[in-house]
């Protein structure tokens, strides 16, 4: 138990002395992380709109797929990626295994689900007036949805927050996909991981009290500006 | 302000994401798979450090066990593997997937187990040793385990090889009992699994050395021709996956068998550990069973396309 209190003084000590590759690896988590959040929201956000404002067949079996899909197991999104983007997979050409932007890609797709669900639960609880006005001011589409979508600012931003949580701290894609290379794609949940089988438990503490001390700093700036 | 805060972020991430491609676009990365054996040893990183210096490349090692790898290098993922399983790596070749095999460097796997020995295993063949381990735990599982990587690995297929001598069906080992732990994991992971159980487990030298000082375990069957460990590397062949770095591997090969290399190899280990843990293939080839044109001779298979 006292590796606990030791991994804190060692996560102090990391920090202060800025050491180099605790530095490095904490900034890939960071892009890869903070990139594969942006990359989900881009496309999830709008998706999220249109499935919320759309009636179609099969809508609501749909939304339980997305919803079922929030606990997707990482190990597993990790797999298939793995073998969508091989050499010998489909997308095999684009060289994207073992490098960041695949990690990028494989982390959009696992928090996809969550962006998308979130959202749509987000606008489906703004008011039917705040639509209907837009709507009878004469607004497209597309200017309604984005209308609703900033009445719904907050919870949508929650989305972006929970996607990113789980991008940021999960292991089995950054993994699979990135291979834990030093210098490469190594980040702070595989650093943890290698360093827990290496039987280095300070370290490995260490480096998550460094994580969770990065989660809450972006919370707390992410909040900050969540405000009106 | 929120939206002043989410354009500067989406900003950056183009930028994030543009150094990422153009870092990948540089092209000259070398992808080698190979085994946690290995790598736990801390011997790569001091390869990596003096090659990526050398060619101004970087060398990604990327490691997993032996089936991974290999699997890694069927699918024409990585460039290069360095992997110690004779009987896989000749498949390997035989497929199509591997342009030559290079034996590279060697060592023993030992046979660990508690100080008090419970099972009497102390300097037996190893093979006799395993049945012995299984008899008495069978009877006894409380006292008597062996931890096993269970993982496909190249030190797990020696285990299984050891079993096949000693008249034993896989299958029938690692259903017998509870005395027999399957720990699926990398050989330090497992030895630090058996350290706790303080069970019985068959470990390469080169990581036992490195994990020495957290175990209490200790060696009781080392050396002879049952417990070799070759490690070989063996460049993807380019014919059968046309995306691989096929110069750079040959070159990263050829590094290994140089003078140069063979001599980090030798070294490796005084410093850290007061001894060397791996040994040369150069001029011990008779003795670990590598034929002449493999053993630690540059490659001289082309890359050229067919």
């Known amino acids: 138990m006292e590796e606990i209190w030791n991994g804190f003084l060692r996560a102090l000590e990391l920090i202060v002395t800025l050491n180099p590759e605790v530095v490095e690896i904490t900034t890939r988590s960071l892009t890869i992380s903070l990139s594969s959040a942006f990359l989900a929201a881009l496309v999830c956000i709008p998706l999220g709109g249109l499935i919320e404002f759309r009636r179609f067949r099969g809508k609501r079996m749909l939304i339980n797929v997305v919803q079922t899909l929030y606990s997707l197991p990482t190990v597993t999104v990790g797999l298939l990626v793995f073998l969508l983007i091989s050499r010998s997979g489909p997308l095999g050409g684009f060289g994207l295994l073992f490098t960041p932007p695949g990690m990028i890609l494989g982390q959009a797709l696992l928090v996809s689900p969550i962006m998308i669900g979130l959202t749509i639960t987000a606008l489906a609880a703004v008011s039917p007036q705040i639509k209907d006005t837009a709507k009878s001011l004469g607004a497209t589409e597309l200017q309604i949805i984005i209308t609703v979508i900033k009445e719904a600012r907050q919870a949508v931003v929650a989305a972006l927050l929970l996607g990113f949580g789980r991008a940021l701290s999960e292991v089995g894609v950054a993994m699979m996909i990135g291979g834990n290379i030093r210098g490469y794609t190594r980040v702070l949940t595989t650093s943890i991981a290698l360093e827990t089988s290496m039987g280095n438990l300070e370290l490995s503490m260490a480096l998550g009290m460094i994580l969770i001390s990065i989660s809450l700093v972006i919370n707390l700036l992410l909040n900050r500006f969540q405000g009106r | 302000m929120a939206e002043k805060i989410l354009r500067t972020t989406l900003l950056f991430m183009a930028l994030a994401v543009l150094c990422y491609a153009a870092a990948a676009a540089e092209g000259d990365r070398l992808k080698l798979a190979t085994t946690t054996s290995l790598q736990d040893t801390g011997l790569l990183d001091v390869i990596k450090q003096k090659f990526d210096e050398k060619y101004n490349v970087s060398l990604d ?246």
């Open chain 2, 61 to 306: 090692v990327i490691s997993g066990g032996t089936g991974i790898a290999i699997q890694y290098g069927e699918r024409g993922d990585v460039d290069v593997l360095m992997v110690h399983d004779k009987e896989r790596e000749l498949k390997f070749i035989k497929d199509g997937h591997g342009l030559e095999r290079r034996c590279i460097a060697y060592n023993y796997y030992t046979f660990l187990g508690p100080e008090d020995d419970p099972a009497g295993i102390s300097g037996m063949n190893a093979s006799a040793a395993l049945a012995t381990i299984m008899e008495k735990g069978n009877a006894d599982p409380g006292e008597i385990a062996f931890v096993s990587r269970g993982d496909n690995s190249g030190t797990h297929g020696r285990e299984k090889l050891l079993w096949k001598k000693a008249g034993y069906n896989y299958s029938q080992v690692n259903t017998s009992g509870p005395w027999y732990i399957e720990a699926g994991q990398g050989m330090g992971a497992t030895l630090n699994m058996a350290n706790e159980k303080q069970a019985y487990t068959l470990s390469d030298m080169s990581t036992f050395m490195a994990y020495q000082g957290n175990l209490t375990l200790v060696p009781l069957i080392e050396g002879g021709a049952d417990l070799l460990n070759v490690y070989v590397a063996m460049a993807v062949n380019p014919k059968k996956h046309p995306g691989v770095n096929c110069e750079l591997a040959n070159e990263f090969i050829n590094f290994l068998v140089s003078d140069e290399g063979q001599q980090l190899i030798a070294d490796y280990g005084l410093e850290k550990f007061g001894q060397p843990i791996f040994s040369p293939a150069k001029g011990n080839c008779a003795l670990i069973g590598c034929s002449d044109v493999e053993c630690a001779v540059p490659t001289s298979a082309s890359c050229a396309a067919a």
